[in-house]
Nanobody
């Protein structure tokens, strides 16, 4: 059974850092890509970053490039999102999600409809 469990998050001041972790069960990181999405109050869910171990690729939304880093640990089946230089607009509930492996994943990774398994989400609040 494919499952995802997130941890991390919390409250941080602008310019600070946080690390989110997503532990996968029921599959290996090489078999399915994993992405992070976020949803702020009153806004649509948006893609933040993704990793495809099979393709050896990582992906980032323009809004987080240079500030966020995604990484995967195969043995622990964990995907981490290191978030640096956080801004108030990064405040949201962050979700990890996984999609079936596909050849054209890199072209469509930001499409939430691709993902058929989601974690419950973790709150990240950036405020002084």
């Amino acid at each position: 059974q494919v499952q995802l469990v997130e941890s991390g998050g919390g409250l941080v001041q602008p310019g600070g850092s946080l690390r989110l972790s997503c532990v996968a069960s029921g599959f290996t990181l090489s078999s399915r890509p994993i992405a992070w999405f976020r949803q702020a109050p009153g806004k649509e869910r948006e893609a933040v970053s993704a990793i495809s171990r099979s393709a050896g690729s990582t992906y980032y939304a323009d809004s987080v490039k240079g500030r966020f880093t995604i990484s995967g640990e195969n043995l622990k089946r964990t995907v981490d999102l290191q978030m640096n230089d956080l801004k108030p607009e990064d405040t949201a509930v962050y979700y990890c999600a996984t999609a079936p492996r596909m050849a054209a994943y890199g072209a469509y990774w930001m499409d939430s409809s691709l993902y058929n398994c989601w974690g419950k989400g973790n709150q990240v609040t950036v405020s002084s």
